[in-house]
C-alpha cells in the first residue's frame, strides 16, 4: 500500500486496521528483534493499553526509533520519513512482538 493508498483509506470508519496495514508493511523481523531490544520485554508486555501503547513515554519510542532496520523504505511506498512515522513503525514492532506473546 502506498502513502496515497494509504491517505485515501485511512477513516474513521475503518478504525485502526488501515493504520496498522500501512506501518505493519515497514516491520521486519530484525525490526521487531531491534524494538524489543531497545524498549525491553517486560516494557512492553507491560504495556496497559496496546492500541496506541502511550503509557510508554514518547521519548523512548523516538530512541529506539532512530536506527531502527526496517523491511521497505519510505521512499518506495511514496513517503517522507519523518520522527512520527518511525514512531508509528516502532508501536507496530511493538505490538506485533506482544500479540506473538499472548497466550
Known amino acids: ?47 496497559s493499553e496496546l492500541t496506541h501503547l502511550n503509557d510508554i513515554p514518547l521519548s523512548l519510542w523516538d530512541v529506539a526509533a532512530i536506527n531502527m532496520p526496517m523491511r521497505v523504505t519510505f521512499r518506495s511506498l511514496g513517503d517522507t520519513p519523518s520522527m512520527a512515522g518511525k514512531v508509528c513503525i516502532a508501536k507496530e514492532a511493538a505490538r506485533q512482538y506482544i500479540e506473538r506473546r499472548k497466550p
Open 1 to 47: 500500500m502506498t502513502r496515497d493508498e494509504y491517505l485515501e483509506t485511512h477513516r474513521p470508519e475503518n478504525g485502526f486496521a488501515v493504520h496498522r496495514e500501512y506501518y505493519a508493511q515497514f516491520v521486519s523481523a530484525h525490526t521487531i528483534d531491534h524494538i524489543v531490544s531497545m524498549m525491553n520485554g517486560a516494557t512492553l508486555e507491560g504495556a
